[in-house]
């Protein structure tokens, strides 16, 4: 499969609990893109890598989330102290230039 | 007023008819749209990718740009039960640019 994967599928926390989510990108596409989703709403932008580059982040991307892109290749999203209304399915996507390929996403409980 | 306007549905059309989607955005100096299918529990699937004004067709699928009325539409001819999903309509200002989205329509194929 040489889509974007995404890994785990699914994660149920506690409140107050750390967690990591991992994207691995189309292989040729330099850039990177975490979006967040919620139930009936279109996703909403998180943050932008060009290969290991941050360039972007959003206003809605707290001290309590962290992106890396260590070597231009995958990317990792953590959210330190989870609170319940980070519950969402988290989505990665890849682009090398036009159009933007999402991966299956990261559903996310937090109880 | 929301960057992009999308109704959400749902739209419920017998199998075999021809299905327009359609969003408005308020933002002129936009070029790149974008419509995407989700269905439930998925990442979104780039369906079409179009620059600037005009007509893109792929399959089925023909994407239209009016930007003189800031209108994007979709048409799926012969639709058949596996279109139902919701779809969501994206712009950016460039390729690099992370996507502004409508909040997604739902469609029904009835068989």
């Known amino acids: 499969d040489t889509g974007v994967s995404q890994n785990p599928r699914h994660k149920i926390t506690k409140r107050g609990q750390n967690v990591t989510f991992r994207c691995d990108p189309i292989s040729e596409h330099n850039r990177l893109y975490w979006y967040r989703q919620t139930l009936g709403q279109g996703p909403e932008f998180l943050t932008y890598?060009?290969?290991?580059?941050?360039?972007?982040k959003s206003r809605l991307l707290s001290d309590r989330f962290s992106a890396e892109r260590p070597k231009g290749s995958f990317s990792t999203l953590e959210i330190q102290r989870t609170e319940q209304g980070d519950s969402a399915m988290y989505l990665c996507?890849?682009?090398?230039?036009?159009?933007?390929?999402f991966g299956p996403g990261t559903r996310l409980t937090v109880l | 007023q929301k960057e992009v306007e999308q109704d959400p549905g749902p739209l419920s059309v017998p199998e075999g008819a021809i299905v327009s989607l359609n969003c408005t955005y308020s933002?002129?100096?936009?070029?790149?749209f974008m419509w995407y299918r989700q269905y439930s529990r998925k990442g979104p699937e780039l369906l079409m990718y179009?620059?600037s004004s005009g007509n893109k067709e792929d399959g089925r699928f023909t994407a239209q740009v009016d930007k003189s009325s800031k209108y994007i539409s979709l048409f799926i001819r012969d639709s058949q039960p596996s279109d139902s999903a919701t779809y969501l309509c994206a712009h950016a200002p460039d390729s690099n640019y992370q996507l502004i989205w409508g909040a997604g329509t739902k469609l029904i194929i009835k068989p």
């Open positions: 933002n002129s100096a936009f070029q790149y």
């Open positions: 996507a890849s682009s090398l230039s036009g159009g933007k390929y």
């Open positions: 179009t620059y």
């Open positions: 890598f060009q290969n290991e580059a941050q360039l972007e």
